[in-house]
């Protein structure tokens, strides 16, 4: 049986063929538009499996998405703001 995990703030994979940490350090964003990043990475995660992706493959896409969605946060008032969901496919990214 396969055991998957996904640990807030970072991931990790493990089975038989898979381990894989990409909490490198190196998309740590400095921005306090992250309002709706978690939701936003388990939507994604979902989405790439429904679409047929292997976990890995579906994980490092939801990585890729989310990282571009809070790189172009925006505002929403002085305390932070939400994730840019459109971000990813708007620079060129399908």
């Given at each position: 049986?396969?055991?998957?995990?996904?640990?807030?703030?970072?991931?990790?994979?493990?089975?038989d063929?898979?381990?894989?940490?990409?909490?490198d350090?190196?998309?740590?964003?400095?921005?306090?538009?992250?309002h709706?990043?978690?939701?936003?990475?388990?939507?994604?995660v979902?989405?790439?499996?429904?679409?047929?992706?292997?976990?890995?493959?579906?994980?490092?896409?939801?990585k890729?998405?989310?990282?571009?969605?809070?790189?172009?946060?925006?505002?929403?008032?002085?305390?932070?703001?939400?994730v840019?969901?459109g971000?990813?496919?708007?620079?060129?990214?399908n």
């Open positions: 049986m396969n055991r998957f995990e996904n640990v807030s703030g970072t991931w990790c994979l493990w089975d063929s898979i381990n894989v940490n990409r909490n350090g190196k998309d740590k964003l400095d921005t306090s538009y992250n709706g990043g978690g939701c936003t990475f388990a939507a994604a979902t989405a790439n499996l429904a679409n047929g992706k292997p976990v890995k493959e579906a994980v490092e896409r939801a890729d998405f989310v990282t571009a969605a809070i790189a172009h946060g925006w505002q929403l008032n002085e305390h932070g703001g939400p840019m969901h971000a990813y496919n708007q620079l060129g990214n």
